[in-house]
């Protein structure tokens, strides 16, 4: 199933304190997508966090995986788990 999760900076989020994570979290998230469990990640236009589509099998697996990236450990982003279904147009 397809999971977005919409990832959202804390407030007085401090650029300087996320940048010993970020390298550790460009590894997870690489590993994450050639696994296919990250099929597509988007920085925000805004600039205040990210937007992931995630494959899994439920949304406790999700939290499993979103906690592999540091900031999110580090309660730096706050997570947004939404779980997807086919749009109704195409159930039949």
């Not at 300087?16 to 979290?25: I, N, R, W």
């Not at 597509?40 to 979103?66: K, T």
């Not at 788990?81 to 749009?87: E, P, Q, R």
Request: glycine share 6%.
């Amino acid at each position: 199933m397809k999971y977005i999760v919409v990832l959202d900076r804390i407030e007085g989020f401090d650029a300087e304190k996320a940048k010993p994570f970020l390298d550790e979290g460009g590894k997870v998230v690489r590993e994450l997508y050639k696994t296919d469990q990250i099929r597509e990640i988007y920085s925000r236009s805004d600039n205040n966090g990210a937007i992931v589509v995630f494959e899994a099998g439920d949304e406790s697996e999700i939290f499993e995986l979103l906690y592999k990236l540091p900031l999110v450990r580090k309660k730096m982003l706050i997570p947004h788990v939404y779980g997807t279904k086919a749009y109704r147009i195409f159930i039949d």
